[in-house]
């Protein structure tokens, strides 16, 4: 089962807001794709949370765009920024990436990200979730990991 972030954003309201809280603290994170032989690959790329969907635009043919092409599973890490300070806690989101072609959507997209994009031929995902997941450490004592998957709660589970 995969949703689009409209739909986990409803579902859980907070951890939606922390989760854009951190991706927003920053340009760019870290997003893996699968190669041809099924290894990982990582790079490096920027987000957009617009009309209720999560956008991953790419340069023309990157191999990151051609890898979610033939496998369109990801995994997004939010960049956890300079130092030891994660300052809301460490995000990553899973899910399957679905290339956008629809000229008149394509445009909308182009004219409401800040900056506004180039003109310049691009390919488009929009994404739909498996897996939304924060850690973070609590009182300086706990380990917390909240743990999302579509159809259910969050399952938070605190270690020493």
């Known amino acids: 089962m995969t949703v689009n972030w409209a739909s986990f954003a409803e579902a859980e309201p907070d951890l939606a807001r922390t989760t854009e809280e951190r991706f927003g603290a920053f340009t760019h994170h870290t997003l893996a794709t699968l190669r041809k032989d099924g290894s990982p690959r990582t790079t490096g790329l920027e987000v957009r949370f617009l009309r209720g969907e999560l956008w991953l635009g790419m340069m023309p043919n990157s191999l990151k765009a051609l890898d979610l092409r ?9 960049n956890p920024g300079e130092g030891q300070s994660l300052g809301g806690g460490d ?8 290339e956008v072609e629809d000229p008149a959507l394509r445009a909308v997209y182009t004219e409401e990200v800040e900056p506004p994009e180039s003109p310049e031929p691009f390919h488009l995902f929009r994404t739909e979730l498996t897996e939304v997941v924060r850690t973070y450490v609590e009182d300086e004592k706990y380990l917390v990991v909240q743990i999302w998957k579509p159809g259910e709660p969050v399952r938070t589970i605190k270690r020493t």
């Open 91 to 98: 995000v990553r989101i899973s899910g399957r990436a679905i």
């Open 70 to 78: 033939r496998d369109p599973r990801f995994a997004l890490q939010a």
